[in-house]
């Protein structure tokens, strides 16, 4: 990177201390009212730009270093997760009531620089693509410390970092108005959403009698297989190829194709049409698509194979996308470190159906609900896209000189 004139290239290190969280175990923890219980924050306390002060877990004052306790204007931010869009996330420390942090998470301090601007600096696009690339693992995705205080950092003078930030405060600070008004609009629509469902598969709306289930008599359960090298015979041949990424939020799922030198997809499972498609593994646990087309999954995803004889997949679909079975897919998984939800725990759930032409019934009255919510929540998501667009734009320019030059537009 070109650096304006009177600019400096330094690290992390150079400007800031790097301090890791606390360990401790579950038998560690207290509840809010024991003495000397200190409230931590974890990853999902971690909101974009901001820190969520509820559910946090409390450990004793014993347990925890001075320099530990969070400071204002300290950068609170998640260095180990399962996801990789976790790792390296990241918020501003505006007020402080004793908190401390948890040891999958770091804090950078600010000593020889604009807090804010260091702030700003550690959300750009170019940090979070490093820290990820960086942080990537087999299991478990992890920043060091030295990952962290190498990160180089666009130094100019101090009054220009006040102005930087000052620009960049007003216009980050109108676009993310703008975004809480979507967030809230989204909540409202999926809390509809779910109200529809729980009227459904609560059975309040059926004209006959359901049966019960185990899961695994739904239909044929195939879990995804880790890629491996590919066969050189295959190069150049494309698969529809499914990630968790790929996986609607509730909805058909959109196949994208993929190289077999890609994926090696002579070593994965194949998966025969109709299906649904659970995200069985890391903070998108639950998620659920369905399809008409042959796939093939990596091992995150269990696919469903469903006995189309007795059940209507896109009605499936939508009955483990229900807020009650939601909450027990998660209640039954289980890690020290990323939630997994495996095939054997999922197979023994216990779920009611009614018969086939009832589920062909009630799903048309769930399409006709809801059809407009997912419209909006599509066209809420094209928003949210295009103003992360803006934002790294708005960020771009700040780092590298031009908006303290020029007038930007939101």
Known sequence: MTLPSGWSE?????VAEIIRGVTYSKADTLTEKDKDAVPLLRATNLEPGQIDYDNMVYIPKSGVKSRQFLQIDDIFLAASSGSISVVGKSAQVKEVHGETFGAFCAVIRPLKISPKYLGLWVQTPFVRDLWSSAAKGTN??????????????????????????????D???????ALADVKQAKLKV???????????????????KWEEFEVKNLGKWVTGS?????????????VPFLTPGDVSAYGK?????????????????????????????GATLGKVGWTDKE?????QINSLVVDIVRHNPEFIMWLFSNYEMQRILWGASSSTTVPILNKGKLEKLKVSLPSLAEQTRLLVIIQEQISGSERFLKTAEVVEVESSALRRSLLQAAFTGQLTKEEVNV
């Not at 216009?171 to 108005?177: E, F, G, I, T, V």
């Not at 994208?256 to 025969?272: K, M």
């Not at 796939?295 to 091992?299: A, K, M, R």
């Open 140 to 169: 478990i995705n992890n920043l060091k410390p030295s990952d962290l205080s190498q990160t180089k950092i666009p130094v100019p003078p101090l009054p220009e970092q006040e102005k930087i930030v000052e620009i960049l405060e």
């Open 171 to 177: 216009h980050l600070y109108r676009l993310d108005a």
């Open 253 to 281: 799922i959109e196949l994208i194709e993929r190289s077999i030198s890609e994926i090696g997809a002579d070593s994965v499972r194949r998966v025969t049409p109709p299906s649904v498609n659970l995200v069985c593994i």
């Open 10 to 14: 330094q690290t992390i290190a150079d």
């Open 295 to 299: 796939i093939t999954s990596n091992q």
């Open 226 to 238: 880790t890629p491996k090298s590919s066969n050189p015979a295959n190069q150049g041949k494309k």
């Open 190 to 208: 999926v809390s509809f959403r779910n109200s529809v469902l729980h009227e459904v598969f609560s059975g309040f709306l059926s004209i006959e």
